[in-house]
């Protein structure tokens, strides 16, 4: 997997099997749901643009926080944390992260401190298939950043798939397993400099 692709795409999707018929969401009640999330953890299987698949487990600590464990053979660790992306690929024997603003990926739309889809413009798209609805979101001011699909079910509210394409129209889909809320997690868990000192060792 190309470690540049994922970060430009911010590689995620989250689907729970199983979602049952709900009515359509308002974006003020998703809103709220990401507001309302503070942590969670689930394993996740990526598919990536090229059709290649990974495993691993998914770590999320809001605002600004995510990580994502990847599996073997994947040497790979994905990382957000003080505004910014760190990537650690194992195969380029290098203890340092590199490193991208958190910013200037569609991940920031989920990540950031107070969520609201009905500002400025952020949605460019909104469907309900019946079962789920789908948000389509990206940066108004910077719309080569990419766009992040998010799908929902209701009855409770759960986020259930997040599609990001890139600005070259690379998408990347990851599909997790339960997703368990609610637990402690160590801010060490998403701390860049942390790992690469611990990684120095």
Known sequence: MDRR?????????????????????SLDRISAYLNGLRTAEAGFTQVNDDGTLSTGTLYIKRPGRMRFEYNPPEELLVMAGAGQIGIFDGKSNLGKAERYPLSQ??????????????????????????????????????????????????????????????GQGAVTTVILGEMRKGGELSSTLFNISFEEDRRAR
């Open 5 to 25: 692709t994922f970060i430009m795409t911010s590689g995620a999707a989250a689907l729970v099997a199983g979602p049952v018929a709900a009515a359509e969401l």
């Open 105 to 166: 990926t569609p991940l920031n739309v989920i990540l950031e401190r107070n969520v609201d889809l009905a500002r400025r413009n952020m949605v460019v798209g909104k469907s309900y298939d019946g079962t789920a609805t789908t948000v389509v979101a990206q940066d108004p001011e910077h719309p080569e950043y990419g766009t992040i699909a998010l799908k929902f079910t209701a009855d409770p509210v759960e986020l259930r798939q997040w599609v990001v394409t890139d």
